[in-house]
């Protein structure tokens, strides 16, 4: 069983243009909720991270929408840039261990 | 240069082979994770330490093993009774004191001969 399903698999976009990821998760105990962005060969790193007690959190180009009753949440990326090209992870927790539930990722290609 | 350094970047494993990936971190960082990273199919936890001398499995532990003996090293072994163990391995690690945010190494791609 899947408890956090992420969409689209892949998405290209223009530069300048808004990439949208969208994430919907199961288990309503979860209380942490991240987005990782993977380059290829290297390690996952933390882009942005929120908790169900707000709806929104925006940091530069970046801007997390959490919606706890439809249980979804989904990451903007304004401006969008080639830099951005990357793989992203939408993610979630329950607890003070963080043992992360993972989506299945999304390829961003930002085309110049 | 704080970090965490995983090694080698690439390893090969013959049939019935036990092999050990390296994960060191010099954060001070008490929590470690290893994850497993196959395409397509997002990150799964394996196993993951919040402190020295203490861990618990993950979702997807069997035919592997880790040892937390030092702060700074968490080691994971990829057992024979692992039969599919061709994937990117990745650990990570998190300061307990402050936020979720987890540091993860560049990765490890192990594959079977």
């Known amino acids: 069983q899947q408890q956090v399903k992420q969409s689209p698999q892949s998405l290209i976009v223009q530069k300048g243009g808004i990439s949208i990821i969208n994430c919907a998760y199961e288990n309503t105990a979860f209380d942490y909720f991240p987005w990782y962005q993977q380059f290829p060969g290297k390690g996952p790193a933390l882009l942005i991270a929120i908790r169900p007690d707000v709806s929104e959190k925006k940091e530069g180009r970046f801007t997390i929408s959490f919606n706890k009753s439809a249980k979804q949440f989904s990451l903007h990326i304004m401006d969008s840039q080639p830099g951005d090209s990357a793989t992203y992870f939408c993610a979630a927790s329950r607890g003070s261990n963080y043992k992360l539930t993972f989506g299945k990722g999304t390829l961003l290609t930002v085309n110049p | ?113």
């Open chain 2, 1 to 113: 240069d704080g970090g965490i350094t995983q090694s080698p970047k690439y390893l090969f494993r013959k049939e019935g082979q036990n092999v050990t990936l390296s994960c060191e971190q010099n954060l001070n960082h008490d929590a470690m994770y290893w994850y497993r990273q196959d395409p397509g199919q997002g990150l799964r936890l394996i196993y993951y330490s919040q402190i020295v001398n203490d861990f618990q499995k993950g979702d997807i532990a069997e035919g592997y093993s880790v040892s937390r003996e030092k702060k700074e090293s968490f080691p994971l072994t990829v057992t024979s009774a692992q039969k599919n163990p061709t994937a990117f391995y990745l650990c990570a690690s998190r300061d307990t004191g402050t936020t979720g945010k987890l540091f993860f190494g560049s990765g490890t791609q192990l594959s079977v001969l």
